[in-house]
């Protein structure tokens, strides 16, 4: 029995006669084609960014684009934002006539034109804090 095993074994060099057989150079231009052919079908997607963005680095480039983009809406916001601020501004200072249209200018009061807030400051700028009762720890006390 232990003779049927040994010939039944498979001999490495059987295995490898296929192998062998075959020259250096055919093993090398197969794996050489291989790698080509898996490198190309791995880089399709990012050879079509290149082409369609002109350039060797794509997604630098496509970054740089949205950057702009979102500069040039930015600019476009700031400028409507001005022009809206501008358009108020003129039609606050702009003098208007009384309700029936004659269009006699009305007397100007006291602190006109200003903004609530500023003229509910000026009104207060002469008043001092009072002295609180609350004492916070004992340096507090007189």
């Known amino acids: 029995m232990a003779e049927s095993k040994q010939l039944e074994a498979v001999n490495p060099d059987d295995l490898l006669s296929r192998v062998r057989s075959r020259s250096f150079l055919?093993?090398?231009?197969?794996s050489l084609v291989v790698h080509v052919i898996a490198i190309i079908g791995t880089s399709i997607g990012y050879m079509g960014l290149m082409r369609q963005y002109?350039?060797?680095?794509?997604?630098?480039?496509?970054?740089?684009?949205?950057k702009e983009k979102r500069?040039?809406?930015?600019e476009a916001r700031r400028k409507t934002a001005r022009d809206?601020?501008?358009?108020?501004?003129?039609n606050a200072s702009a003098p208007k006539g009384?309700?029936?249209g004659v269009g006699d200018?009305?007397?100007p009061k006291a602190g006109?034109?200003?903004a609530p807030i500023l003229k509910e400051l000026e009104k207060k700028s002469s008043e001092?804090?009072?002295?609180?009762?609350?004492?916070?720890?004992?340096l507090d006390q007189p």
């Open 54 to 66: 002109h350039s060797w680095h794509p997604r630098i480039e496509m970054k740089r684009q949205v």
């Open 84 to 90: 809206k601020l501008l358009a108020e501004q003129a």
């Open 105 to 107: 200018k009305a007397a």
């Open 26 to 30: 055919w093993i090398v231009t197969a």
């Open 128 to 138: 001092r804090p009072k002295d609180s009762s609350l004492k916070m720890n004992e």
């Open 98 to 100: 009384d309700e029936k």
């Open 71 to 74: 500069e040039e809406q930015d």
């Open 112 to 114: 006109d034109g200003k």
